[in-house]
């Protein structure tokens, strides 16, 4: 097979593929209840003949061309979307009011569906596993659930993507080795005795004693942690229902931790607590800290994603293949990474004349539709050559 196949046929089923993906991108539902999308995916699939596994983590799907070897590849594709009332004017806007596709799960979709579509019309030289997955966007991760019911079973290498607005539309981007950071979330309780405050001398105050605490985390980041290993801590709420003259009896702090290596992190939990926990008993008031452990780090195999980048510029030309950056953001695509090799590559789908530059997780997040063709034709290239 040729490289020019792949693409040739890409650009044949390129209107099946919008049609597939704005269905998607109007009904999206939320982690774990992606009931319609499941049943729409599984009809698609009886229409074409091809069998399948659904119920699988609720809604997963599992679907598998059969080849001449032994030898599986895998393609994952997440299915969820998020609650955000979506703000743009197209005819193919969320149906569902206050849930969008603003991560690009629908292109996801859309180009696994592609490369199903390319790859049953050729004789394979090993069978190719379609795993469409639930709750991406949700812990404990869809992934760590399929895994559980055996969906990787078997799999010697896996492929995803997802969707980039910072590269255009007929660009992917990768990035060999690790690429994602782990992801933890931390919810703190401070605990103290509220009261006037006119008299601060009678409370204990939980304002003043989170305040200090929340500067003094930022050290486990710039003075604890190794500093060749990319570590972020950052606070998003803080939370006291006192009033101008009224000192609250609680206060609490919800934050993320993020890094990539599993020995730090592990410590810097302790380290969170510590701290914590110390600067209350400073104050005279308690912490209570919960540490919920979320997404490990995404590590793209390396001997993999090199044959991967070969095999992308081959199909689409050198200057059209990046490398990335590492990212601190997480995915639960992480959680295969850690199981069997992998590679998760970047899909540009930014345009500025389609408007389309918006960040992923924002009301006004669209794709370059063209995006579609690259997608399918090199997922499936991929996972023809692996």
């Given at each position: ?70 030898k599986i590849i895998g393609i994952r594709a997440d299915m969820d979307a998020l609650p955000i009332f979506e703000k743009n004017t197209h005819e193919y806007v969320s149906k569902n009011p206050g849930i969008m596709h603003a991560c690009g799960h629908d ?156 020995s730090w992190r592990t410590k810097a939990h302790d380290l969170i607590r510590q701290i914590a926990q110390h600067t209350a008993l400073a104050w005279g008031v308690r912490a209570d800290v919960e540490i919920v452990k979320g997404y490990p780090t995404l590590?793209n195999d390396e001997a993999f994603t090199n044959h991967c980048v070969g095999l992308a510029k081959e199909l689409l030309g050198e200057e059209q293949v990046k490398t990335l950056e590492i990212r601190m953001t997480a995915e639960d695509f992480a959680f ?51």
């Amino acid at each position: 097979m040729k490289a020019s196949d792949f693409l040739n046929a890409a650009t044949r089923i390129h209107p099946r593929l919008i049609e597939i993906r704005r269905h998607l991108h109007m009904y999206p539902e939320l982690s774990f209840q992606e009931k319609e999308t499941s049943k729409y995916i599984t009809h698609l699939l009886e229409e074409l003949g091809i069998s399948y596994t659904s119920g699988i983590a609720g809604t997963g799907i599992i679907a598998e061309l059969p080849g001449k070897t032994s030898k599986i590849i895998g393609i994952r594709a997440d299915m969820d979307a998020l609650p955000i009332f979506e703000k743009n004017t197209h005819e193919y806007v969320s149906k569902n009011p206050g849930i969008m596709h603003a991560c690009g799960h629908d292109v996801h979709m859309a180009c696994a569906l592609g490369a199903l579509l390319l790859l049953r019309e050729w004789e394979l030289p090993h069978h190719i596993r379609f795993i469409f997955q639930p709750g991406e966007e949700k812990l404990p991760g869809g992934a760590t659930l399929m895994i559980e019911e055996g969906a990787i079973l078997g799999i010697e290498k896996m492929l995803a993507l997802h969707v980039y607005p910072h590269l255009s539309a007929g660009q992917v981007g990768f990035k060999p080795g690790k690429y994602m950071a782990s992801s933890d979330e931390i919810y703190i309780k401070v605990i103290g005795k509220g009261g006037h405050g006119a008299l601060p001398h009678l409370n204990q105050d939980p304002v003043v004693a989170a305040s200090q605490m929340v500067i003094a985390l930022q050290q486990v980041v710039s003075r604890l942690a190794p500093p060749f290993v990319p570590s972020v801590l950052s606070f998003g709420k803080f939370m006291a229902e006192g009033s101008t003259n009224v000192i609250p009896d609680l206060v609490e702090l919800e934050g993320t931790f993020r890094t990539m290596d599993e020995s730090w992190r592990t410590k810097a939990h302790d380290l969170i607590r510590q701290i914590a926990q110390h600067t209350a008993l400073a104050w005279g008031v308690r912490a209570d800290v919960e540490i919920v452990k979320g997404y490990p780090t995404l590590i793209n195999d390396e001997a993999f994603t090199n044959h991967c980048v070969g095999l992308a510029k081959e199909l689409l030309g050198e200057e059209q293949v990046k490398t990335l950056e590492i990212r601190m953001t997480a995915e639960d695509f992480a959680f295969y990474s850690q199981q069997i090799p992998c590679c998760f590559f970047r899909l540009g789908t930014g345009s500025e004349e389609k408007n389309t530059l918006h960040s992923v997780h924002t009301p006004y997040f669209d794709v370059d539709e063209e995006a579609l063709i690259t997608g399918s034709a090199l997922l499936s290239w991929l996972a023809y050559y692996a």
